[in-house]
């Protein structure tokens, strides 16, 4: 929605808030250091930030005092997308910059991280230790044999082990990957084979839900089809003995050893991320070392405000981008707090109460999560003390209206909410926090810093209160350098360039407000139009899923081979509901008076369950193909989704309907 319907903001900072935030202290210096415009706030910084590229990021390195080692040629030597090439001839090292604040004496013995799960209180690592730790384990890397380009991977969930382990593993000059223990070991094979990893770490198992999931048996079908290991690090978070050949965690960070940092180049890879992957296998993302520390240093140290004192909480697990993310909380000298387990467990309001035991100040969660909640009737503010939470940050998918509404009216008044969007092809934000700015309900609040973020209409025009494709028109330091096993760079270049060529198409819808907001519609390759009229899924599931009786929902646009559209609506219902006639007409009423009449499902249809990738997304484009009649085993990656079982019911419903 844009301002001519909600011109009021829901929240805006006041004028001591704006000056204390480190992006006002950014400018500042900026305007006298390297020309940014010392007024116009934060719109004319953004302005600055993409006119002047090249300046922006010297300046970035320059106030986050990046540690080159080597000096850089120039700032950026090449723009062309993709290959854009950032500081040529600089050498530095991520580990170096996460550990840094361990070198402050005053600082060396607060935690850099705090640890919570089902079954511990929170327990505290400090940033000597952890740096100890790191120094241990990147020796042990060494001795093993692992070498500046090797891939090191992790087979864990959110716990300090996996931490130290990339900061190790980037240490020595090596590329981290990880998934998730809840990966089955085909999910775990189609990522793990393409990269072809020397070591892994692994666990026994792990607790969710109240439960403990034993993973032995997977953990040896993966040592079996990974022929490149040399070593597998056993970490027993059930309390069970190491696997014959495996190695033990302890022994292998028990040294008190100062960490060595192997000095790459810029452009040398850090981690390898992957796409959800639905059809094919998942996208092996590469992205470097100097282009993640720039990017996260402006993303979290500018548009999150975090630093020394805050605490950063994020659920998320090893296998989405959103734990990388949050490892780079270090860089700014801020505790980063891992949670491993169930994020409902033993109740919906779990994760305040984490909030509260670890003093969080920016509690990052999913959409989904917050409206859950709403849904629970969870009240955190009546039963949490969340006075340190300063923001709350979501993502995974758009924050419906009520969701804005929701955490005001029950977490605080005074809340910064911070709806952000972004990819893991980036491993950051295009749109979303701004400390300084107004929030308004329902959008993000303005394209991050040197992002030229624009919508375009199908015929590459930029449109403002327009519906229109995300594209990102200059590189960012954080685009991925390669894919792995694309040599040529043709599955790169297809699947962000090809409908713009030299432009960044990400694949969703948006709109940019008259006050520079975004909203996000969705993805735009399984978008809903209807008559010419276009719409995103997720502004039908912001209108249905406020309904008490529908748990979860998924639309599909079909174009039919008659020139005819076919839109379903599969509703997961509620617990006891029913979906009768009244429930029908209630759900086609809503759409209609909220949305569009235009928008009304042809079809309701109750299913057992939503399937999801292994990342939490709603997969709507595989079930518009199954829909369509393709295979189950060309319409989508089996390891991909959460559970594939749920894909059989519309592969029923197309060869019913054929």
Known sequence: MTSAVNPAPLWQPDADRIAAARITRFQAWAAERYGAPAEGGYPALHRWSVDELDTFWQAVADWFDVRFSTPYERVLADRTM?????????????????????????????????????????????????????????????????????????????????????????????????????FGARSVLDRFQQVEPVVLFTVDGYRYGGKEHDRTDTVAELRRELPTLRAVVHIPLL?????????????????????????????????????????????????????????????????????????????????????????????????????????????????????????ATLFGTSAAYVMACRKAGVHPARDHDLSRVQCVATTGSPLPPDGFRWLHDEVREDLWIASVSGGTDVCSCFAGAVPTLPVHIGELQAACLGTDLQAWDPHGKPVIGEVGELVVTNPMPSMPIHFWNDPDGSRYHDSYFEM???????????????????????????????????????????AVERLPEIRESLVIGLEEPDGGYWMPLFVHLAPGAVLDETLRARIKQTIREQLSPRHVPDDII??????????????????????????????????????LDLLHFYEDLARNRG
């Open 500 to 542: 713009f060529p030299g432009v960044w198409r990400h694949g969703d819808w948006i709109t940019i407000t008259d006050h520079g907001s975004v909203v996000i519609h969705g993805r735009s390759d399984s978008t809903l139009n209807r008559q010419g009229v276009r719409m995103g899924s997720a502004d039908i599931y912001e």
């Open 606 to 643: 109750e299913v057992p369950g939503i399937p999801h990738t292994l990342t939490g997304k709603r997969i709507e484009v595989p079930v518009k193909r199954l829909l369509q009649g393709t295979a189950l085993a060309k319409a989508v990656n089996p390891g991909s989704v959460d559970n």
């Open 82 to 182: 993709p290959g854009a090439q950032w500081f040529p001839g600089a050498t530095l090292n991520y580990a170096e910059h996460a550990l840094r604040t361990a070198d402050d004496p005053a600082r060396a013995h607060e935690p850099a991280l705090i640890h919570v799960d089902e079954t511990h209180d929170p327990a505290s690592i400090s940033w000597t230790e952890l740096r100890h730790q790191v120094g241990s384990l990147a020796a042990q890397l060494r001795a093993l044999g692992v070498r500046p380009g090797d891939r090191v991977s992790g087979y864990l969930p959110n716990i300090p082990q996996a931490m130290t382990a990339l900061l190790a593993t980037a240490a020595v000059g090596a590329v981290w990957t990880s998934c998730a223990p809840d």
């Open 239 to 359: 309390g069970t003995p190491a696997p014959e050949g495996a190695l033990d965690w302890s022994e292998l960070t028990s040294a008190d050893t100062e960490p060595v940092y192997e000095q790459v180049s810029f452009d040398h890879p850090l981690w390898v991320l992957y796409s959800s992957g639905t059809t094919g296998l998942p996208k092996a993302i590469v992205q470097s070392q100097g282009g993640i520390l720039l990017e996260h240093f402006k993303q979290l140290g500018l548009h999150c405000d975090l630093g020394p004192g805050d605490r950063f909480f994020w659920y998320t697990s090893t296998g989405w981008m959103m734990w990388n993310f949050l490892v780079s909380g270090l860089l700014t000298g801020t505790t980063v707090i891992l949670y491993d387990g169930s994020p409902g467990h033993p109740d919906t309001g779990a994760q305040w109460a984490i909030a509260e035991r670890t003093g």
